[in-house]
């Protein structure tokens, strides 16, 4: 069965530093891989997917994803950290082929300024 | 395009008291999905549909929750009688399709529901 993991529930940062909010998968076939963001009071926001191609996949809002497929990890990434990137963050992996996603627990970033 | 628009946004009712939730999905999509997102269960998916056919709804919870989609541009969940454990924020959701070029959801502003 289709699953992903999202092993830290919050991750802090000070503004202006990289950050890193993780992911490990396990799928039979090739994996399908999103990111999610929702912020306070509001529904999910697609930031990025990777599909195949580039290890390396850019998206929303400056956020940028690594797909490493021997380590079954897509972690987001972010060069700079924002105190507006402050949200709730979820990985999620296509359960199948009638385009269902599986979501992680999700993490809390929280930035600081 | 306005979104996946949701109604109500927010919902007080008693116990016992019937509930009814409102989609509609971003025009020509295919497919819609409707969850529910608890702090102690976090996001689930609670049943989807593909061209107005349910496919899966294996995750809803008890005989008390039904949902339909009677055309492509509507969609409800209703729950019968409510209870309040079933307060969560329901959120739909939305694809064009089921390809993987076509399966990226886009999610609506949800309703809060609070069964009393």
């Known amino acids: 069965a289709q699953s992903v993991a999202q092993p830290e529930d919050q991750v802090n940062v000070a503004e202006g530093n990289p950050l890193t909010v993780k992911c490990t998968y396990s799928?039979?076939?090739?994996?399908?891989l999103f990111w999610y963001v929702q912020y306070p009071n509001r529904g999910l926001q697609f930031l990025l997917k990777?599909?195949?191609?580039?290890?390396l996949v850019k998206g929303s809002y400056g956020f940028e994803a690594e797909f490493n497929k021997s380590q079954t990890s897509f972690h987001l990434k972010k060069p700079s950290a924002l105190v507006s990137d402050s949200a709730l963050y979820f990985c999620?992996?296509?359960?199948?082929?009638?385009?269902?996603?599986?979501f992680g627990k999700g993490t809390k970033l929280s930035v600081k300024p | 395009d306005a979104g996946v628009i949701q109604s109500p946004r927010h919902e007080v009712t008693e116990m016992g008291q019937e509930v009814t939730l409102r989609c509609k999905p971003i025009?020509?999509?295919?497919?819609l999905f409707w969850y529910r997102q608890t702090m102690m269960r976090g996001l689930e998916l609670l049943i989807y549909?593909?061209?107005?056919?349910?496919?899966?709804d294996s995750g809803m919870p008890e005989d008390r929750f039904s949902a339909k989609m009677p055309n492509a541009s509507f969609s409800t969940l209703k729950i019968q009688p409510s209870e309040p454990r079933d307060s969560a924020v329901y959120f739909c959701?939305?694809?064009?399709?089921?390809?993987?070029?076509?399966?990226?959801?886009?999610f609506g502003p949800g309703t809060r529901l609070t069964v009393l």
């Open positions: 799928v039979s076939g090739n994996p399908y």
């Open positions: 959701a939305s694809s064009l399709g089921q390809g993987k070029n076509t399966d990226t959801q886009y």
């Open positions: 549909f593909n061209n107005n056919v349910p496919i899966d």
């Open positions: 999620a992996v296509r359960g199948g082929s009638q385009g269902n996603l599986i």
């Open positions: 025009s020509g999509h295919n497919s």
């Open positions: 990777y599909i195949t191609g580039d290890n």
